[in-house]
């Protein structure tokens, strides 16, 4: 069985520019979680998507914006970037719900 | 607001030195507490799920309880192997898709 895998592994960007995430979730899984993780700090909830549609948003302005694909992989796009918005970008899947997640190893994202 | 707090913020421990971890959350009408173990660079790894207030679940040296208020995580004989970031998550009453996480305690267990 394959676990969560995301691509890149790391990413360098410049202020202004978009950049788009990608997560393979858990085979038999149909729902995607994205999360910012600042360094030191736990994940922050970004959205989740359930079979295609978006199901529930943290307080991310609408310049984070997602997809998921009928095999249930997902992106995660960013458009205008900002300094901040450098962290670690975590995807995770389950079967249904969040009762239990399997997280993927993350994307290192640095914004210059 | 939602809050989860964790303590302490990190935990130096002698092998075989049991100890316990708190988080602390204030959120109405919990539907369910969630702690997960996070090794550095990596994602975080599942381990319980708690839904009411004296509910208990063991995994190995683990052991997870649960208060109205407050969730601890017993650490028990630790070994080196078990250091690493412990985050605590609460499942949102606004929200069943949202998750708020702690700011984690991060354990160091010396040989």
């Known amino acids: 069985e394959t676990g969560v895998t995301q691509s890149p592994t790391h990413l360098i960007k410049t202020r202004g520019q978009q950049v788009t995430l990608r997560c393979s979730s858990q085979s038999g899984h149909n729902t995607v979680s994205w999360y910012q993780q600042a360094l030191g700090q736990g994940p922050q909830f970004i959205f989740q998507y359930y079979r295609e549609e978006e199901n529930g948003r943290g307080n991310f302005p609408p310049r984070f914006s997602g997809l998921q694909f009928p095999n249930y992989s997902s992106e995660l796009n960013v458009n205008a970037l900002e300094l901040d918005d450098s962290a670690l970008y975590l995807c995770a899947s389950s079967p249904g719900g969040v009762d239990e997640q399997y997280f993927g190893p993350g994307t290192r994202l640095t914004v210059t | 607001e939602d809050q989860v707090t964790q303590s302490p913020e990190a935990l130096r421990l002698q092998e075989g030195e049991s100890s316990s971890l708190n988080c602390s959350y204030t959120?109405?009408?919990?539907?369910?507490l969630f702690w997960y173990r996070q090794d550095p660079g990596k994602g975080p790894e599942f381990l319980f799920t708690l839904y009411s207030a004296g509910e208990e679940k063991e995994k190995e040296r683990l052991k997870a309880t649960l208060t109205k208020k407050e969730s601890f995580l017993h650490i028990t004989a630790p070994k080196p192997e078990d250091s690493a970031t412990y985050l605590c998550?609460?499942?949102?009453?606004?929200?069943?898709?949202?998750?708020?996480f702690g700011s984690g305690t991060r354990l160091s267990i010396r040989p």
């Open positions: 959120v109405s009408g919990l539907r369910g």
């Open positions: 998550a609460v499942q949102a009453p606004s929200s069943a898709s949202k998750i708020i």
